[in-house]
DNA sequence: ACCTTTTCACCTAGGTGTGAATCT
DNA sequence: AGATTCACACCTAGGTGAAAAGGT
């Protein structure tokens, strides 16, 4: 294997020599390592019941709580007259898939290169939830939010990240990943594997591909969250439009730092044994060099000649059958984010409403403020960060570049700050966007609809920020038709009872409302 | 270029010696060769204006041509209170994109080989539409049925296709495949060239990816269909559960026969010729065969340098910036369709509810029948046809196989089969089911609510198709991200002013009602 | 005979890290 | 000097028709 010329002339002396963090007795007690170690407090949190709601305010929670009806499995009695039902909510639990890996990464160090074009994640999210109403309709989607405002530089010599200094977080627009399967139900999000593999990063502050935009040198920590929509369920009580919640999952060993560059060399040994797509770098007795054997000798990778199959083979696509559900018990919201100035919310729509100024039936949808309301279009004209540019839209050819269903419409940051009816961005908003600097995990409730994840604390820095962008919420369809449907079916009829099936009729549809890509 | 043995042994002969059916005089007159010769009544039918609609009923009718606030290009002022203008149609018209590519084709004999697996066609359908209303959601689906109820075979020694008898079409569920982009706004639809590349034909009867099942040695026609969504335009007032519709075109030069290995030479040659795909089969010099000149001799192509840029360059991606409008304008429902038995509805969703014995959130949206919403999960165990079974169904997993949203319901023919309510299949639907048997492009509207995309003509011998299939909506989400969002945005923050964003926060949504994948 | 299935070489399309070049 | 970009070789993944094999 050839590794960078710059990582080999810094790191080698410090990858041999540097003492292993932690080393692994068997590879039993390797499923949740870091958790056994480091940082107990804060692990901690994860491992135990990943149920979110705990925290959120009363309502919710005993709303939670008295949820009888909706265990996994029971998936066919969701029908009439439950919207009254929709507010209940379970403890829902979420698991890391492939968290062996994501835990050798993290003992590393572990960094994902970001790109102009953007870049995948390697290893990806994949995580597996329980608790959900089968019936419910939820959204699945990713986030990544940094983990604090500094800005890192790898040293060479010492095989460390140390920081190099404050960030000046970009005024970025920052943007969810919506799972291309949402919405789904609770019982068909429980069954899968929910994946974010083709998530990008991307460190282009313009990109216009919907990509994750990060920047360079930070540490940063995916968050994958539960949205219910429970309207879906009984669409003949949609005049009630119930409050709904949104949990969110964050593993501590998913934490990355951004780089173009891998700096680690043995960051970069462990992407090309374990990417596929890398295989063209890995050694086959040919090209071996002399830091080959590295990482084979590094200490978290236990000496079994089965240790693929317990890392999930060769990709991280296993999952994780050998870990235990608590070794990636996801915790709702353990993270300690500092906020970095303008790190506000931004929400994008599928193209539904994409090239339209102003959607206005969107507007309608998020509950606008009325300012919003009364001049829809100069409100999206106003705001460069969020606003597609119409030619851009006009060049989504779906045809073509395989355009997702993307739009973007405002939500919580624009309507918490904009949310006094005033129009103006100073006067307002605290109330949703300015949260207590706490660790805790309480959630809080927003009785006013209109509030979408309303990302942790926020202060009036960040609602300074011009044009208060928000959470941008991309749609991603690149999925492929799943296993299902069509039974055997070999009926045949005899020709001789030929009807007429003539083309050319018209049929009126009675559409009946549901949820939207509104994600 | 070799071609297959069984082609050279055969066709060579007719090949050469075959007189071409139509010669064209240069690229301009080119553009629509067939209407200018073949079929002259079916064909002036598609060529004139393309607007569903005028054939329906008046009411539908009136409330098209009283449509005059949502103009293409307008999209911003689709707000409050519109929803009574959700019944509002307007003059849909459809234009296929790549229609010299098609023609050649379907001079020749348009072949599509389907195999087990699955098998893309080329040329795929690509269209624009216009008409639309910016602000409305539609779904855009695709769906092939049959031309006839005849079995063909090829006849090598005259190149020709001859009926080889009756069919005995399958009592297959017919399946739609849904544009992945749906729903969308129909100034997005507008925009962009709706395509469905990705879209597979098969003649595994059991299939269950969800492609088009079709019989081999067959004539198809692909139909592209328009379905509104209304009540997302004003979810305000969703309880008002509007009738919409549906707007069905197909296009003379897209039908074709189905085979397994392909019959005409020529079509191979042209097949390869175009298809990035099979670049690997086209004449390099070097193995340049004795047939290999035969299609540049053939008069469909004229002797232009620039011929490939008149079709579209290499690929079909060209959207015919040649073509005038007229020369692929589509016709609603022009086809004149036999109707096999058993060529009935069935409706695919997304997989939101798959998994679920009977999802009766999506029964209530579909207004099924009271038999049905009674005991809904039987009605679905019923009818092994339609049902997954849970173990397929349990084995979808997105992360791994790229699973799509998908999910499926009764609607259409089970609707109009049981709306008598008696559960009876032979004393109801015929008046939605059964059509004159006419060329006209008449679309009859259904009053009744619950009724979708109902095909063609359809007699009780179809009616008596045990469990009524009904057509399968499939939803695949292979679309990329599109150009869209985020302006200029560079903003930055002086990091004095930071503050505190952790993580361990879970803010409740307001979600409203808005569309799902209903389709 | 005729049709279908399977395997294969050869493509497209795009995800890897490399290493040189470039930027700041 | 550190960070970023770019062209590149080398992969995965999957869409082609050819040709042989299999089925009826």
Redesign the interface.
């Known amino acids: 294997m050839a590794l960078s010329s710059r990582a080999r002339a810094f790191s080698v002396e410090a990858l041999v020599g540097r003492p292993s963090k932690r080393k692994f007795q068997d590879p039993i007690q390797e499923e949740q390592p870091e958790l056994q170690e480091k940082k107990g407090g804060e692990e901690e949190e994860e491992r135990r019941s990943c149920a979110?709601?705990k925290?959120?305010p009363l309502e919710?929670q005993l709303k939670t709580e008295s949820s009888t009806t909706a265990s996994p499995g029971c998936?066919?009695?969701?029908?009439?007259g439950n919207s009254s039902e929709s507010l209940e909510e379970k403890d829902i639990q979420m698991e890391l898939?492939g968290s062996e890996l994501w835990k050798r990464f993290h003992d590393i160090g572990t960094e994902m290169i970001i790109t102009k074009a953007g870049r995948r994640m390697f290893p990806s999210v994949?995580v597996k939830v329980k608790g959900l109403d089968?019936?419910k309709?939820y959204y699945v989607a990713i986030d990544v939010?940094?983990v604090d405002?500094k800005r890192y530089r790898y040293v060479y010599h010492s095989s460390q990240w140390m920081v190099a200094g404050?960030?000046?977080?970009?005024?970025?627009?920052p943007?969810f990943y919506v799972?291309?399967?949402s919405?789904?139900?609770g019982?068909?999000w429980m069954?899968?594997?929910?994946?974010f593999?083709h998530m990008k990063l991307t460190n282009n502050?313009?990109?216009?591909?919907?990509?994750i935009?990060l920047q360079s040198m930070h540490k940063y920590?995916p968050?994958v969250h539960v949205?219910?929509?429970?309207?879906?369920?009984?669409?003949?009580q949609?005049?009630s439009?119930?409050?709904?919640?949104?949990?969110?999952f964050?593993f501590k060993e998913t934490e990355f730092t951004t780089v173009t560059a891998y700096q680690n060399q043995q960051i970069t040994k462990l992407k090309i044994e374990r990417n596929p797509f890398a295989k063209g770098f890995r050694d086959t007795g040919r090209n071996r060099g002399v830091l080959d054997g590295l990482l084979e000798t590094y200490p978290w990778r236990p000496s079994f000649t089965l240790d693929f199959k317990t890392f999930g083979a060769d990709t991280q696509?296993g999952s994780s059958g050998s870990s235990p559900v608590t070794s990636s018990g996801g915790a709702?919201?353990?993270?300690?984010?500092?906020?970095?100035?303008?790190?506000s919310p931004m929400f994008?729509l599928?193209?539904?409403?994409?090239?339209?100024?102003?959607?206005?039936?969107y507007?309608?949808?998020?509950?606008l403020p009325l300012c919003c309301?009364i001049c829809?279009?100069n409100f999206w004209q106003q705001q460069?960060?969020?606003?597609?540019?119409p030619e851009?839209?006009?060049?989504?050819?779906?045809?073509?570049?395989?355009?997702?269903?993307?739009?973007?419409v405002p939500m919580?940051s624009s309507l918490g700050v904009t949310n006094s009816k005033s129009g103006s961005s100073e006067d307002s908003g605290d109330q949703y966007l300015q949260?207590?600097?706490?660790?805790?995990?309480?959630?809080?409730?927003?009785?006013?609809?209109?509030?979408?994840?309303?990302?942790?604390?926020?202060?009036?820095?960040?609602l300074?920020?011009?044009f208060h962008?928000s959470y941008?919420f991309?749609r991603?369809?690149?999925?492929?038709?799943?296993?299902?449907?069509?039974?055997?079916?070999?009926?045949?009829?005899?020709?001789d009872?030929?009807?007429?099936?003539?083309?050319?009729?018209?049929?009126?549809?009675?559409?009946?409302?549901?949820?939207?890509?509104?994600l």
């Open positions: 979110a709601g925290s959120e919710k998936g066919s009695d969701s029908g009439d898939q994949r089968p019936g309709q939010v940094p405002s404050n960030t000046d977080h970009l005024c970025i627009i943007r799972h291309p399967d919405p789904c139900s019982e068909t069954r899968q594997i929910i994946s593999d502050e313009m990109d216009d591909k919907g990509h935009i920590k968050r949205i219910e929509q429970d309207s879906s369920v009984d669409l003949s949609l005049q439009l119930p409050t709904e919640g949104v949990k969110t964050s696509s709702p919201s353990p993270l300690n984010l500092l906020s970095p100035p303008c790190f994008h599928p193209t539904s409403s994409l090239g339209m100024p102003c959607p206005e039936a507007l309608h949808n998020v509950n309301k829809p279009t460069p960060l969020v606003l597609p540019a851009r839209l006009a060049s989504s050819n779906s045809s073509q570049s395989l355009a997702p269903l993307m739009m973007e919580l949260a207590p600097d706490s660790t805790s995990q309480m959630l809080y409730g927003l009785q006013a609809p209109g509030n979408i994840l309303l990302p942790n604390s926020i202060t009036q820095e960040a300074s920020c011009s962008p941008g991309y991603y369809n690149f999925t492929m038709p799943s296993r299902l449907i069509n039974g055997p079916n070999h009926l045949k009829v005899n020709d009872s030929q009807v007429s099936f003539r083309e050319g009729k018209c049929n009126h549809v009675h559409w009946y409302p549901a949820i939207n890509h509104y």
